[in-house]
């Protein structure tokens, strides 16, 4: 009887716990990846334009991503040169394979999506999360879903 109570309480514990947790994605961008440009070249890059269609962060809410659209997102490096660089060619190498990743994260990043007939200018600032992270499965999930399914 006695462990059967301790039992009870654990499940109670874990069922308190399970009500608390809200459960979010700190992702900020989930993209197929068309093609890269790395400027002044991919050895000293200072800033990036990542091309193709992107599933961003809805701002100010935690739980959800704007449809996809395509375009290009302009970043100049964070004060983590080296780590940022390194994500900046993990991207490159995705461009055109039809790979959605996913990078930044969403609590950071501040980036704006520009259509295909602006001049660059402005760079936002590239923000560090998880490292880029190739989607392998979960297909269900509504940006992933949305991305697989974007037409142009």
């Known amino acids: ?44 890059a200072r800033t990036i334009q990542i091309w193709g269609v992107f599933a961003m962060a809805k701002p100010e809410d935690r739980n959800d991503y704007l449809p996809p659209a395509r375009g290009y997102l302009y970043f100049s490096l964070p004060a983590d040169a080296r780590a940022a660089r390194a994500e900046w060619a993990d991207l490159a190498q995705v461009a055109g394979s039809g790979q959605v990743v996913s990078f930044g994260s969403r609590y950071d990043l501040k980036a704006r999506l520009r259509r295909a007939d602006e001049r660059p200018a402005d760079p936002d600032r ?27």
């Open 126 to 152: 590239y923000s560090l999360n998880f490292g880029l992270t190739k989607v392998r499965g979960r297909t269900d999930y509504a940006p992933i879903r949305a991305l697989a399914a974007f037409k142009d």
């Open 1 to 44: 009887m006695k462990r059967a109570g301790s039992i009870g309480r654990v499940l109670l514990a874990v069922a308190a716990c399970a009500t608390t947790v809200s459960a979010s994605d700190p992702t900020a961008v989930y993209t197929r990846v068309d093609k890269v440009v790395l400027e002044p070249n991919a050895e000293a």
